[in-house]
């Protein structure tokens, strides 16, 4: 894989956990994703929020904004996997900020933070 131009220069260590033996960074020169924006209800996504410091972006009234990605990484150093990522679209902080103040400043800076509430995989060395 270092010989594809985008890989090279970045130097790789080999590393071993439970039984496997792997690299380090791990390379992904082969993945198919697509991806959605939902809405969701504000109660739930708070519940599943680890600290009262994460807030979600509301785009309604109790309704906030969820990610669903799903990847097919075709080649990667662990060997080919699928992962569904559920995120919610979140801001950090004491106190909220207006969801559309945050959503216009992320829009314009193309910085977007976001919680992953779920992530599941399909083989057992992608969960390692």
Not at 45 to 72: A, D, N, S, T, W
Not at 86 to 95: D, E, M, N, T, V
Request: glycine share 6%; net charge neutral.
């Amino acid at each position: 894989m270092k010989d594809t131009p985008f890989f090279s220069g970045i130097d790789q260590v080999t590393m071993e956990f439970s039984k496997y033996k792997t690299k380090a960074p791990l390379f992904f020169p082969k993945v198919k994703m697509m991806g959605a924006i939902f809405t969701a209800d504000a109660g739930s996504i708070k519940e599943l929020l680890p600290h009262h410091y994460y807030h979600p972006l509301y785009i309604l009234l109790k309704r906030v904004l969820i990610g669903i990605h799903c990847m097919e990484y075709l080649e990667s150093d662990i060997g080919p996997y699928n992962e569904l990522s559920l995120s919610a679209f979140i801001q950090y902080g004491r106190f909220p900020i207006p969801s559309p103040l945050t959503l216009g400043w992320s829009y314009f800076h193309k910085d977007y933070q976001g919680f992953i509430l779920s992530l599941p995989v399909n083989t057992e060395i992608s969960v390692k």
